[in-house]
T-cell receptor, first 117, second 113 residues
Framework: GAVVSQHPSRVICKSGTSVKIECRSL??????MFWYRQFPKQSLMLMAT?????????EQGVEKDKFLINHASLTLSTLTVTSAHPEDSSFYIC?????????????FGNGTRLTVT | DQQVKQNSPSLSVQEGRISILNCDYT??????FLWYKKYPAEGPTFLIS?????DKNEDGRFTVFLNKSAKHLSLHIVPSQPGDSAVYFC????????????FGQGTRLTINP
């Protein structure tokens, strides 16, 4: 089945630093990838839609200058949390669907646990 | 505004019995529904889906029921196994294959031996 790999799985950083999270589709091409965020005991919230070769589309309330998304190839999207603060500590998950398979479910990476100290 | 709601944060079921997880939605435009299973520190894994043209979809031990008039869906797992212990999320979208999924808050299912 379709595999989405996310790296790193866990990262601890200091306030003010930036952290990059990678999302790769290992055995399929994805023109679109999605970045979700999950707070403890809460739902997965869509942050942004990453489009290969163009700008990402951000959901309302998500700061695009803080959460930089780059989708440089059909198999890689990156999310950079800039100038991280403790309130950015969360579980970040990416997802993707193989291009041209509009009816298939999204496949998720294993997520990245970000802790900002 | 929580468009997809899972009102039970947790559920405990004895091994071998039936587990029933419930989900309600408010947006009448939702047309396609999915259930995902999630283990700690992992991403969600797709389990089963149903479109609005059906009221039931079955896959092995998992059956999803949809009641469009009540805007309610449920996931039945029978018989429940210890490996089913996880958090279950229901999700909805306006059409199948839609890019955006709206998730419920999740229900933590614990199967007791």
């Amino acid at each position: 089945g379709a595999v989405v790999s996310q790296h790193p799985s866990r990262v601890i950083c200091k306030s003010g630093t930036s952290v990059k999270i990678e999302c790769r589709s290992l055995d399929f091409q994805a023109t679109t990838m999605f970045w979700y965020r999950q707070f403890p005991k809460q739902s997965l919230m869509l942050m942004a839609t990453s489009n290969e070769g163009s700008k990402a589309t951000y959901e309302q309330g998500v700061e695009k200058d803080k959460f930089l998304i780059n989708h440089a190839s059909l198999t890689l999207s990156t999310l950079t949390v800039t100038s991280a603060h403790p309130e950015d500590s969360s579980f970040y998950i990416c997802s993707a669907r193989a291009s041209g398979t509009g009816g298939s479910p999204l496949h998720f990476g294993n997520g990245t646990r970000l802790t900002v100290t | 505004d929580q468009q997809v709601k899972q009102n039970s944060p947790s559920l405990s079921v004895q091994e071998g019995r039936i587990s029933i997880l419930n989900c309600d939605y408010t947006n009448s435009m939702f047309d396609y529904f999915l259930w995902y299973k999630k283990y700690p520190a992992e991403g969600p894994t797709f389990l089963i889906s149903i479109s609005s043209i059906k009221d039931k979809n079955e896959d092995g031990r998992f059956t999803v029921f949809l009641n469009k008039s009540a805007k309610h869906l449920s996931l039945h797992i029978v018989p429940s196994q210890p490996g089913d212990s996880a958090v279950y999320f229901c999700a909805a979208s306006p059409i199948q294959g839609a890019q955006k999924l709206v998730f419920g808050q999740g229900t933590r299912l614990t199967i007791n031996p």
